[in-house]
């Protein structure tokens, strides 16, 4: 597709249920970068892949958080026993290359978890 | 360790010029970019300053002085659809951005 395509668009979990988020990548771009943002602030990096081999997951919590790129499958993100701090909106983006410095990464319309 | 500062808010009036800055601290220099986030949408990439000096998109405008570690978004003629937070960003070695906590621009008619 010509954009990166996240569902569900809004998640509501109670307290220690589990999440899972999807993400479809422009088709084409071999790069997946997960990001958490908390109320309207900064993003959180959380992992990056390259085709189904995860680049970087060094802003993971890995005891509640993993993610998955498999081949013809959208990524996923999923959270195990979430927690009210996990409400956020996730972000999903892609890119053609790896190399980010002056190289556009697109972003999906978010994923709002709402943890109650 | 890398971070940006920018401030949290910034109020202008339509029409009128708006300059929003950045400052960053980073182990490594690969450019700055500038993301446009509207309320409840996704971030959208705006411009990147590679080098120094200035780089014009139409109404907007980005600079980059790499010995200052200081750069800003220049957005003039601004309109109401202009009102969103804009977040400054860098990429690091190993090819992940780190963005700013973001400026909410408050445009007023």
């Known amino acids: 597709g010509e954009e990166v395509a996240q569902t569900p668009k809004h998640l509501v979990r109670g307290e220690g249920q589990k999440a899972k988020l999807y993400c479809a990548p422009i088709?084409?771009?071999?790069?997946v970068f997960w990001y958490q943002q908390v109320l309207k602030n900064e993003f959180k990096f959380l992992i990056s892949?390259?085709?189904?081999?995860?680049?970087?997951e060094t802003g993971m919590p890995k005891e509640r958080f993993s993610a998955k790129c498999l081949p013809n499958s959208p990524c996923s993100l999923e959270i195990q026993a979430t927690k009210l701090e996990d409400s956020a909106v996730y972000f999903c983006?892609?890119?053609?290359?790896?190399?980010?410095?002056?190289?556009?990464?697109?972003f999906g319309e978010g994923s709002w978890l709402t943890v109650v | 360790g890398q971070s940006l500062e920018q401030p949290s808010e910034v109020t202008a009036v339509e029409g009128a010029i708006v300059q929003i800055n950045c400052t960053y601290q980073?182990?490594?220099?690969?450019?700055l970019s500038w993301y446009q986030q509207h309320d409840g949408g996704a971030p959208t990439f705006l411009s990147y300053?590679?080098?120094?000096g200035l780089e014009e998109t139409g109404r907007f405008s980005s600079f980059l002085s790499r010995s200052d570690s200081y750069g800003y978004l220049l957005l003039q003629e601004l309109q109401m659809k202009d009102s969103a937070s804009y977040f400054c960003?860098?990429?690091?070695?190993?090819?992940?951005?780190?963005f700013g906590k973001g400026t909410r621009l408050h445009i007023l008619p």
């Open positions: 960003a860098v990429p690091n070695r190993d090819d992940k951005i780190i």
């Open positions: 300053n590679g080098l120094d």
């Open positions: 980073t182990s490594g220099f690969y450019g």
């Open positions: 892949f390259q085709n189904e081999n995860v680049f970087d």
């Open positions: 088709k084409g771009h071999s790069y």
């Open positions: 983006a892609s890119s053609q290359l790896g190399d980010t410095a002056g190289n556009t990464i697109y």
